[in-house]
């Protein structure tokens, strides 16, 4: 997740620290990239749902990455397309 170099302060991580992601309707865990392309106040992380990869020898499913679409709420809607905000998705960063 991209942060502003200011907010890393306050927070008081690094380049490469863990951080839980909380949003209304999910907390996920990842780390920080610092950025002088954010502004402070800002969290950047793209979408996407990760990666399943599924072994027809064991019958076993694999998850890669992390399912990022969990942190957008499925009740607060956009008010001018009415469906999930994909963007602006309200979040708060804690240390871990």
């Known amino acids: 997740m991209e942060i502003s170099h200011h907010d890393a302060k306050v927070l008081g991580v690094t380049d490469g ?52 679409n969990r942190l957008v709420s499925n009740v607060e809607l956009d008010p001018l397309s009415r469906v999930p905000r994909l963007n602006g998705t309200p979040v708060r960063l804690e240390t871990l």
Not at 25 to 40: D, F, G, N, P, W
Not at 44 to 50: A, H, K, L, S, T
Not at 60 to 65: A, I, L, M, R, T
């Open 17 to 68: 620290s863990p951080v839980a992601v909380i949003s209304r309707s999910a907390r996920l865990e990842t780390t920080v990239l610092l950025s002088h392309k954010v502004r402070s106040g800002v969290a950047v992380m793209e979408q996407g749902w990760g990666s399943r990869t599924f072994d027809p020898a064991t019958g076993k499913s694999y998850c890669h990455g992390t399912n990022r």
